[in-house]
């Protein structure tokens, strides 16, 4: 693993002695959005289709490729999903509508997964309703151990689904930037801050692991405490890595950063899943993870 201490002008490595990218629009910009919302069958779409590409030769490969379906699934659901519901998890999932939904991921996963994922998954769609409900409501409240982590992804992502669907339903709250540590549509943690082009070129926005928004974040800042002084990016490969692992020396917290302007065909579930070792190293060297996959939820 290579470290590249920022360099003293504030940019990470391998930026420094780049062209300056166009200005992006500045927070103060009428044109800024500190909340993005992407178009939710397009995004599970992209996701699966990037999966299918990392696992191209990966160690993971099989699991990525459950994962790619989980999301072409998710994109299948969506206008299932409704977004009319309560925006509020807890009401939400009093209601039956959900458990269909999950039954619908079920019957759509099980022709193509293999044997022993078949075997989580029907053990899933035998339970009480009132137990699927508990469970989802403990991994919805942080409660992860409370799940058996071979069934947790599949929860997660009826979960998200219509939680992600409410949020798109109700209106954008009030503007100004959002920079905070945990989503302010829902209150979970990021999965990762992607750095984006286009008309938001070289900003930082963070992905939310339940919702699927997306919130802005100057860069150069640790997103779990704020503290700029003592960050380091963490790669395998070059300081131009398209995911680097963002450190703090502060609150020794670690995300990764997620560069589409090294790889505009990065997601963040996807590239973020697919660099899993890339954790096991940083975690090795002291830092706790800020944030988490939906396909790798926290024990
Ligand atoms: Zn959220
Ligand atoms: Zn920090």
Redesign the pocket.
């Known amino acids: 693993m290579s470290q590249h201490p920022t360099p003293p002008d504030g940019l990470p490595s391998g930026e420094a002695s780049r062209p300056s990218p166009p200005s992006p629009p500045s927070p103060s910009s009428p044109h800024f959005a500190p909340l993005i919302q992407p178009d939710l069958a397009g995004l599970y779409s992209r996701r699966a289709a990037r999966l299918r590409t990392l696992a191209e030769g990966h160690d993971q490969a099989d699991y990525l490729r459950l994962a790619a379906r989980v999301a072409e699934v998710q994109a299948s659901l969506v206008p299932e999903a409704g977004g009319s519901g309560p925006p509020g998890a807890g009401a939400m999932l009093q209601q039956r509508h959900w458990g269909i939904l999950l039954d619908r991921l079920i019957e759509r996963l099980a022709p193509d997964v293999p044997a022993p994922v078949a075997t989580h998954l029907a053990a899933l769609r035998d339970l009480a309703d009132a137990e699927r409900l508990y469970m989802a409501q403990a991994l919805n409240m942080g409660r992860f151990d409370a799940v058996p982590a071979a069934i947790a992804p599949f929860l997660w992502a009826m979960l998200s689904l219509q939680?992600?669907s409410a949020?798109r339903a109700a209106p954008v709250p009030g503007s100004g930037p959002a920079e905070h540590a945990?989503?302010?549509?829902?209150?979970?943690a990021p999965v990762a801050s992607l750095i984006l082009t286009g008309d938001r070129q070289g900003m930082r926005y963070l992905h939310?692991?339940?919702?699927?928004?997306a919130w802005h974040m100057v860069r150069a800042k640790c997103t779990n405490c704020g503290a700029a002084a003592d960050l380091d990016y963490l790669s395998f490969d070059t300081a131009d890595a398209t995911v680097r692992a963002e450190s703090c020396g502060v609150c020794h917290g670690y995300l990764k950063v997620i560069s589409l302007e090294r790889d505009p065909q990065a997601e963040a579930v996807a590239d973020d899943l697919a660099t899993l070792t890339l954790d096991h190293a940083v975690m090795e060297e002291g830092y706790q993870r800020t944030g988490f996959n939906p396909f790798a939820l926290p024990a």
Do not use: K, N, W
Not at 208 to 213: R, T
């Open positions: 939680r992600a949020v945990s989503c302010p549509l829902c209150g979970s939310c692991a339940l919702c699927e928004s």
